[in-house]
C-alpha cells in the first residue's frame, strides 16, 4: 500500500505532468471507485483546469478551477499515468479525464480499492476521511510533546498506535517496521509504556525516515510506480521489513517475524527492547 512517502512522490511526479490542463471529457468505467454520484462527478469536471497537487498524509488534493478539489486515495494498488487520448483501455484502468490537448490522465487499480471524491476545495478536512486523521510527520502539529503525550493514553502496543492514522497521518506498514528498528522499541511494547527519552528519539526518527524515503522517491515492494512509471529507491535501504531470517545490521541476530493484529512485523528481537 502506498504511504506518505509514495503518495507524495506520485504528487511530484504527477503535478509538470497535468498542471494547467483543462478537462474535456470524463470517463468512469467503474462507478464505485468514485465514493459519490459518478455522473455529478462527471459533470462537474468538464471544462475545469488542473491547478496544483496538494496532499495530506495518503491522499491526494487534486486541486481544481472553480473552488473544487478532487480528494483521491489510492488504497492499495492504485496508479496515475498520463497517456494519449486514444490509447487502448488498460483492463484494470477505472477512471480517465481527458483533456483539450488529446492527452488523458487514466486511474489504474488492480484491486478496485481506491477512491476519489469531488469536494469544495477547503472543505476536505471536514466532509471526507481526512476528518479523522492525526497530524503528519515533519508538520507543525507533530511535535515531540504531542507523541509522547498521545501515546501515553494508548494502552495497545506500539506497532497498533503507530498505525492508527488518528494518531500520526501517512504511516504504514513498512515504516512502522523500520522506525521501530531504528529506535530500538519492540512492536509488542506498549505505546503508554515507551519511556520519555525514547518517545524524544521515536518522534526524530519518524520524521526523518519519511524525509529520507520522500528523498529517494518512496519504497517499490511489488507494484508501486510514480506517475513516470518508475519505482521507488528506499527499498534499497530497508533494515528490517523483507529481511526476515538475515541478520540484524546492527547486532548479527536473526531477524524475525510475527503477526500483530494481522500485520506481517519484522524485528530484531536482540536490539529492540520491549516495554510492557
Known amino acids: 500500500m502506498p504511504e506518505m512517502p509514495e503518495v507524495e512522490t506520485v504528487r511530484r511526479t504527477l503535478l509538470p505532468l497535468v498542471k494547467g490542463k483543462t478537462i474535456q471529457a470524463v470517463t468512469v468505467w467503474y462507478p464505485k471507485i468514485i465514493a459519490s454520484d459518478s455522473e455529478q462527478f462527471i459533470q462537474q469536471l468538464v471544462g475545469k483546469k488542473i491547478e496544483t497537487i496538494d496532499r495530506y498524509a495518503k491522499y491526494l488534493l487534486i486541486r481544481l478551477s472553480d ?28 477512471v480517465q479525464i481527458a483533456f483539450t490537448d488529446k492527452t488523458a490522465l487514466r486511474y489504474n487499480d488492480v484491486r478496485k480499492f481506491g477512491r476519489m471524491q ?5 472543505t476536505e478536512k471536514e466532509v471526507t476521511g481526512i476528518s479523522k486523521l492525526g497530524c503528519e510527520p515533519n508538520s507543525s502539529e507533530f511535535t515531540t510533546q504531542y507523541l509522547i503525550n498521545t501515546l501515553s493514553r494508548k494502552k495497545k502496543n506500539i506497532k497498533n498506535a503507530l498505525l492508527d492514522q488518528t494518531i500520526v497521518a501517512g ?21 503508554n509504556q515507551i519511556p520519555q527519552f525514547q518517545g524524544h528519539q521515536l518522534h526524530d526518527n519518524i520524521n526523518e525516515l519519511i524525509d529520507l524515503a520522500i528523498k529517494k522517491h518512496g519504497t517499490t515492494i511489488h507494484t508501486y510506480l ?10 534499497k535501504l530497508l533494515k528490517v521489513y ?30 529492540q527492547v520491549i516495554y510492557k
Open 67 to 94: 473552488q473544487l478539489t478532487i480528494v483521491s486515495h489510492l488504497r492499495m494498488e492504485g496508479k496515475y499515468r498520463l497517456v494519449e487520448v486514444n490509447t487502448p483501455k488498460d483492463k484494470h484502468d477505472h
Open 118 to 122: 469531488l469536494v469544495k476545495t477547503g
Open 171 to 191: 504511516l504504514g506498514n513498512i515504516y512502522v517496521d523500520e522506525v521501530l528498528w531504528q529506535t530500538k522499541i519492540h512492536p509488542l511494547s506498549l505505546a
Open 226 to 235: 510514480d506517475a513516470n512509471g518508475d519505482t521507488g529507491d528506499f527499498q
Open 242 to 271: 523483507g529481511h526476515k531470517g538475515e541478520p540484524c545490521s546492527r547486532c548479527g541476530v536473526l531477524l524475525e517475524k510475527i503477526k500483530v493484529s494481522g500485520r506481517g512485523t519484522t524485528f530484531c528481537p536482540n536490539c
